[in-house]
Structures are given as C-alpha cells and as structure tokens.
T-cell receptor
Framework: DGGITQSPKYLFRKEGQNVTLSCEQN?????MYWYRQDPGQGLRLIYY???????QKGDIAEGYSVSREKKESFPLTVTSAQKNPTAFYLC?????????????FGPGTRLTVL | GNSVTQMEGPVTLSEEAFLTINCTYT??????LFWYVQYPGEGLQLLLK?????DKGSNKGFEATYRKETTSFHLEKGSVQVSDSAVYFC?????????????FGAGTTVTVRA
C-alpha cells in the first residue's frame, strides 16, 4: 500500500539536544511538507520541498532544519534553538506543488521535551 | 492573506444527531476548499473537497457545499455515529504567491456519545 510513514511515533528529548524526525513516502509525490500541531490549534507550516535538493521555509522555520536528498524522504531536525519544541509533528506530501493541492498526511510524531 | 475560521468546539452530540460545523474563509481569487478529519492519535485524512463555487463535496455521509456568496463551506452530517468522534479541520488552497500552502482552521473537536 502506498502511503506516508513517520517514525518514531513518540519521541522524548532532553533540553539542549537535537533530534531528527523521519518521514518517508512511496506515493511518488514531488512535494513534501512538515507541519506542527499544538493543542487546540490548527496546523502551522514549518518547511516544504517542491523537488529533490530544494526546500523552502514555511511560517515557523526558526529552530528547525530539513534536507531532501531523495524524493522519498524529508527528515526534520528539531534543534536546540527551538524554544518550545513539544508538539505533534505531521509530515505530508502532494503530487506536485501547485494549486489546487490535496495533501496526504502521515500518522505523526509526538515530541516531548523533558 | 488567506484565512479560515471555523466554529469553536468542543461539540458533544448523541448518536443519530445532526452535525453542522461552520467554516468561513477569506481568500484572494477562487480557492479550493477541504475538510480534513483527525482521529485520536493519528494524522489528518482528507474527508471531502470542492474546487469551485456551488460544488458539493461528499464522503462517508458528510457533505459540504462551496458557497462563494457567503464565503462558506459548512460541514454537515445527518446522523452521526460514535465512530465520527474526531477533530475536523477546514482548509483552503488559493492561487497566488502562497499557492503552495494549505491554510487551516483551528479545528473542531466532535464527540459522539452512544
């Protein structure tokens, strides 16, 4: 079955540590996205990538970094510079980066900073 | 800029009750509109969409009609089940400089009791 996988499902980090969240898709989609979800709020875009070896900042990129070395993979690193990293992180993809744009979501990773 | 406003929750209903979740939007041009559903602990799934005025999206007994005159895309279901308990997000994608981006509402939590 085609889809998006995210790992791990739960992640715990000590303050001051960097941590990397995995996102893999086998849908052959060109575009991939990272969102952050906080309780009672909608989704906020962190980074997006339209094509391999290219990515752009979203609305809340500070304290995060990404790479897109393969079409299938779009890992997100939460760095120690992110002041409030505890949140639910969602990865998504779409066929291409154009309007209209239906996005397909992974199951999410819940990050908790101890 | 583009934005989505949806009714605040939480909403608690009995089984077989009628559900309406209001959603209004502000956008340049002619957006595409979406409803996503998030079941507990999971990512988002596309529930339905509409890409032009007067279109009706429908899926799993849910319906929403794209009303350009009232800039609305209200979600309705005639008879809810316990399995419909979830968070529902209204979203839009609009042409222009931000057409890479889905703009999400804050989400409405719906709980259906047996």
């Amino acid at each position: 079955d085609g889809g998006i996988t995210q790992s791990p499902k739960y992640l715990f980090r000590k303050e001051g540590q960097n941590v990397t969240l995995s996102c893999e898709q086998n849908l052959n989609h060109d575009a991939m996205y990272w969102y952050r979800q906080d309780p009672g709020q909608g989704l906020r875009l962190i980074y997006y990538s339209q094509i391999v070896n290219d990515f752009q900042k979203g609305d809340i990129a500070e304290g995060y970094s990404v790479s897109r070395e393969k079409k299938e993979s779009f890992p997100l690193t939460v760095t120690s510079a992110q002041k409030n990293p505890t949140a639910f992180y969602l990865c998504a993809s779409s066929i291409e980066h154009s309007f209209p744009d239906e996005q397909f979501f992974g199951p999410g990773t819940r990050l908790t900073v101890l | 800029g583009n934005s989505v406003t949806q009714m605040e929750g939480p909403v608690t209903l009995s089984e077989e009750a009628f559900l309406t979740i209001n959603c209004t939007y502000t956008a340049t041009g002619y957006p595409s509109l979406f409803w996503y559903v998030q079941y507990p602990g999971e990512g988002l799934q596309l529930l339905l969409k509409a890409t032009k005025a007067d279109d009706k999206g429908s899926n799993k007994g849910f319906e929403a009609t794209y009303r350009k005159e009232t800039t609305s895309f209200h979600l309705e279901k005639g008879s809810v089940q316990v399995s419909d308990s979830a968070v529902y997000f209204c979203a839009l994608s609009a042409p222009g400089p931000n057409d890479y981006k889905l703009s999400f509402g804050a989400g409405t939590t719906v709980t259906v009791r047996a």
